[in-house]
């Protein structure tokens, strides 16, 4: 069960875009469509903002989109505002029936 | 509204034991998959334990045979027992549902309770 592998930090200036990669393995990103994002500002519950690779839940801004490529999943985030200032996290479901996730990714808007 | 309220948190010495519960509303959790994830201070999420809708149940490496995660129906409410307690156990503990329709369940953790703390010292 090691975890899903993301960049330490991103940053951006607003209304740019950036990316987040997660690179897992053949027996969780690569064998499901079942990569899901999640958005956490210091002390509060992460949030739900892309589920099945590329999907998102209502009241979720169209800003944020999801895609996938073998063993990797990306998360992108375009037109960049300082309210995205936050962690982010990928997870995956895996063949063990469990889920894994990434490390972690420190988004600053400069 | 759905709502998952966390509790049960506190200080315990190693090799002690504690029960956090997640009291749910707004949705039954005996019909969905419900799941906890952990965040150890100033580190990233850790999956922890799933119970599927069937009762099935299953846990990461690093809580496998020292954690039991359950549920009551009668009360709505979600459990974790924590057993053999470790100093790396240390963490904000979090509880979350996987939705389930009618007809299909998700890999997704879609509400999330705010969390309880978790400390081992002695």
């Known amino acids: 069960q090691s975890a899903l592998t993301q960049p330490a930090s991103v940053s951006g200036s607003p209304g740019q875009s950036i990316t987040i990669s997660c690179t897992g393995t053949s027996s969780d990103v690569g064998g499901y469509n079942y990569v899901s994002w999640y958005q956490q500002h210091p002390g509060k519950a992460p949030k739900l903002m892309i589920y099945?690779?590329?999907n998102r839940p209502s009241g979720v801004s169209n800003r944020f989109s999801g895609s996938k490529s073998g063993n990797t999943a990306s998360l992108t985030i375009s037109g960049l505002q300082a309210e995205d200032e936050a962690d982010y996290y990928c997870?995956?479901?895996?063949?063990?029936?469990?889920?894994?996730f990434g490390g972690g990714t420190k988004l600053t808007v400069l | 509204e759905v709502q998952l309220v966390e509790s049960g948190g506190g200080l315990v010495q190693p090799g002690g034991s504690l029960r956090l519960s997640c009291a749910a509303s707004g949705f039954t959790v005996s019909k969905n998959y419900m799941s906890w994830v952990r965040q150890a201070p100033g580190k990233g999420l850790e999956w922890v334990s799933v119970i599927y809708s069937d009762g099935s149940s299953y846990y990461a490496d690093s809580v496998k045979g020292r954690f039991t995660i359950s549920r009551d129906k009668s009360k709505n409410t979600l459990y974790l027992q924590m057993n053999s307690l470790r100093a790396e156990d240390t963490a904000v503990y979090f509880c979350?549902?996987?939705?389930?329709?009618?007809?299909?369940?998700?890999?997704?953790?879609?509400?999330w309770g705010q969390g309880t703390l978790v400390t081992v010292s002695s």
């Open positions: 979350a549902r996987l939705y389930c329709s009618s007809t299909s369940c998700y890999r997704y953790f879609d509400f």
């Open positions: 099945d690779v590329s």
């Open positions: 997870t995956s479901y895996t063949s063990s029936s469990t889920w894994v």
